[in-house]
Protein backbone atom coordinates (compact mmCIF):
# COMPACT_ATOMS: atom_id res chain seq x y z
CA UNK A 1 0.00 0.00 0.00
CA UNK A 2 2.76 2.11 0.63
CA UNK A 3 4.24 2.03 -2.99
CA UNK A 4 0.64 2.89 -4.39
CA UNK A 5 1.02 6.06 -2.26
CA UNK A 6 3.96 6.80 -2.75
CA UNK A 7 3.00 6.38 -6.93
CA UNK A 8 0.20 8.21 -6.34
CA UNK A 9 1.91 11.52 -4.47
CA UNK A 10 4.49 11.07 -7.66
CA UNK A 11 1.22 11.90 -9.73
CA UNK A 12 -0.05 14.69 -8.04
CA UNK A 13 3.50 16.52 -8.35
CA UNK A 14 3.32 15.79 -11.95
CA UNK A 15 0.18 16.98 -12.93
CA UNK A 16 0.27 19.81 -10.75
CA UNK A 17 3.96 20.81 -12.97
CA UNK A 18 2.26 19.84 -16.24
CA UNK A 19 -0.74 22.44 -15.49
CA UNK A 20 1.95 25.01 -14.17
CA UNK A 21 3.52 24.50 -18.00
CA UNK A 22 0.24 24.60 -19.32
CA UNK A 23 -0.74 27.81 -17.78
CA UNK A 24 3.52 28.77 -18.63
CA UNK A 25 2.30 28.50 -22.38
CA UNK A 26 -1.29 28.76 -22.52
CA UNK A 27 -0.55 32.06 -24.91
CA UNK A 28 1.54 30.23 -27.52
CA UNK A 29 -0.77 27.44 -27.82
CA UNK A 30 -3.51 29.02 -29.45
CA UNK A 31 -2.66 27.98 -32.53
CA UNK A 32 -1.30 24.76 -31.83
CA UNK A 33 -0.64 22.97 -28.31
CA UNK A 34 2.30 24.21 -27.76
CA UNK A 35 2.15 23.50 -24.16
CA UNK A 36 1.53 19.76 -24.66
CA UNK A 37 4.87 19.54 -26.92
CA UNK A 38 7.08 20.89 -24.72
CA UNK A 39 5.26 18.27 -21.68
CA UNK A 40 5.78 15.36 -23.95
CA UNK A 41 9.24 16.25 -25.12
CA UNK A 42 10.32 16.90 -21.98
CA UNK A 43 8.55 14.50 -20.02
CA UNK A 44 10.09 11.66 -22.80
CA UNK A 45 13.87 13.11 -21.74
CA UNK A 46 13.08 13.27 -18.35
CA UNK A 47 11.47 9.14 -17.98
CA UNK A 48 14.93 8.45 -20.18
CA UNK A 49 17.39 10.07 -18.53
CA UNK A 50 16.50 9.14 -14.86
CA UNK A 51 15.89 5.85 -16.12
CA UNK A 52 19.02 5.40 -18.05
CA UNK A 53 21.04 6.97 -14.60
CA UNK A 54 19.07 4.71 -12.18
CA UNK A 55 19.64 1.19 -13.64
CA UNK A 56 21.30 -1.06 -11.16
CA UNK A 57 24.70 -0.78 -13.94
CA UNK A 58 24.14 3.11 -13.43
CA UNK A 59 25.73 6.05 -11.96
CA UNK A 60 23.21 6.86 -9.29
CA UNK A 61 21.75 3.43 -9.26
CA UNK A 62 17.88 4.01 -7.34
CA UNK A 63 15.45 1.95 -5.42
CA UNK A 64 12.39 0.26 -7.46
CA UNK A 65 10.55 2.14 -4.95
CA UNK A 66 12.21 5.56 -6.46
CA UNK A 67 12.27 4.48 -9.57
CA UNK A 68 8.84 3.66 -9.79
CA UNK A 69 7.57 6.99 -7.89
CA UNK A 70 9.81 8.95 -10.63
CA UNK A 71 8.97 6.90 -14.07
CA UNK A 72 5.30 5.81 -13.36
CA UNK A 73 4.27 8.56 -10.76
CA UNK A 74 5.57 11.86 -11.73
CA UNK A 75 6.11 11.23 -15.49
CA UNK A 76 2.95 9.62 -15.51
CA UNK A 77 1.22 12.67 -13.97
CA UNK A 78 3.40 15.10 -16.06
CA UNK A 79 2.69 13.54 -19.67
CA UNK A 80 -0.11 14.24 -21.46
CA UNK A 81 -0.47 11.83 -24.44
CA UNK A 82 -4.13 11.43 -23.63
CA UNK A 83 -4.40 15.62 -24.33
CA UNK A 84 -2.56 15.35 -27.49
CA UNK A 85 -4.62 12.74 -28.72
CA UNK A 86 -7.50 15.05 -27.93
CA UNK A 87 -6.27 18.59 -29.13
CA UNK A 88 -5.25 16.52 -32.50
CA UNK A 89 -8.67 15.24 -32.67
CA UNK A 90 -10.01 18.78 -31.96
CA UNK A 91 -7.63 20.28 -34.67
CA UNK A 92 -9.14 17.79 -37.27
CA UNK A 93 -12.58 18.67 -36.08
CA UNK A 94 -11.41 22.34 -36.72
CA UNK A 95 -10.95 21.96 -39.93
CA UNK A 96 -7.18 22.61 -39.37
CA UNK A 97 -5.98 18.82 -40.78
CA UNK A 98 -2.46 20.69 -41.55
CA UNK A 99 -2.52 22.09 -38.18
CA UNK A 100 -3.53 18.38 -36.75
CA UNK A 101 -0.54 17.03 -38.99
CA UNK A 102 2.10 19.26 -37.97
CA UNK A 103 1.21 18.74 -34.03
CA UNK A 104 1.74 14.72 -34.36
CA UNK A 105 4.28 14.89 -36.27
CA UNK A 106 5.84 17.43 -34.04
CA UNK A 107 5.20 15.75 -30.87
CA UNK A 108 6.55 12.34 -32.12
CA UNK A 109 9.72 13.61 -33.62
CA UNK A 110 10.61 15.95 -30.76
CA UNK A 111 9.91 13.39 -28.22
CA UNK A 112 11.69 10.52 -29.56
CA UNK A 113 14.61 12.89 -30.24
CA UNK A 114 13.85 13.79 -26.74
CA UNK A 115 13.96 10.31 -25.11
CA UNK A 116 17.22 9.89 -27.28
CA UNK A 117 18.90 12.69 -25.79
CA UNK A 118 18.17 11.75 -22.08
CA UNK A 119 19.02 8.44 -22.56
CA UNK A 120 22.45 9.50 -24.09
CA UNK A 121 23.24 11.79 -21.70
CA UNK A 122 22.83 9.60 -18.64
CA UNK A 123 24.78 6.97 -20.58
CA UNK A 124 27.41 9.57 -21.04
CA UNK A 125 27.75 10.11 -17.39
CA UNK A 126 26.92 6.65 -16.41
CA UNK A 127 30.39 6.22 -17.87
CA UNK A 128 32.28 8.78 -17.36
CA UNK A 129 34.84 9.26 -15.02
CA UNK A 130 35.10 7.82 -11.41
CA UNK A 131 32.15 6.08 -10.32
CA UNK A 132 30.87 6.95 -7.14
CA UNK A 133 31.55 4.93 -4.09
CA UNK A 134 28.10 3.48 -3.98
CA UNK A 135 28.72 1.37 -0.71
CA UNK A 136 29.68 4.40 1.30
CA UNK A 137 26.71 6.46 -0.78
CA UNK A 138 24.26 3.38 0.56
CA UNK A 139 25.35 4.06 3.84
CA UNK A 140 25.07 7.86 4.17
CA UNK A 141 20.93 6.94 2.58
Known amino acids: MLTTLAIGAGGAL ?30 SFAIAF ?4 TIAAGRHPASDLTRLVFMVGLCGGYTTFSSFSLQTLDLLRGGAPGRAALNVGLSVVLCLISVYAGFLAADALNHSGPAPDRQNAADRA
Open 14 to 43: GTIARYWVGLATARWSQALPWGTILINTTG
Open 50 to 53: FGTL
